[in-house]
Each structure stands twice: as C-alpha cells, then as structure tokens.
C-alpha cells in the first residue's frame, strides 16, 4: 500500500464514505425499482383485460 504519512486516516476515511455511500445508492435504487415494478404489476392487473392496449389505443373506441 502506499504510505500516506500522516495523512493515512482522513484518506482512508475518505475512501470508505464513498464506498457506504456508492453502496447506499445502490440499495436505495435496487429497492425503489422492485418497488416500482411491484406497483406497475398492480395498476396491470387491476386493468383486467386491457393489459396489452397502451391508454391511447384504449381511449379511441
């Protein structure tokens, strides 16, 4: 490892906020996109029959 001197921990302090911090954006977004796709599988099953029409196809006839 290369020697910091007596800069070592506030480098390497430094380096392991951005790891917490890269890891809970991660988290954050993993979870929001299950959350999502949860939710639009929901609002698809509650429209019944008209799950493969996009809204404008349904709205013309």
Not at 2 to 21: E, K, P, R
């Amino acid at each position: 490892m290369v020697d910091l001197g007596q800069y070592t921990a506030v480098v390497l302090s430094a380096y392991a906020g951005t790891i917490v911090c890269l890891l809970a954006l991660i988290f954050a977004s993993v979870a929001r996109s299950r959350r999502v796709a949860r939710r639009l599988t929901e609002v698809e099953a509650r429209r019944g029959k008209g799950a493969g029409k996009s809204p404008a196809e349904g709205s013309l006839t």
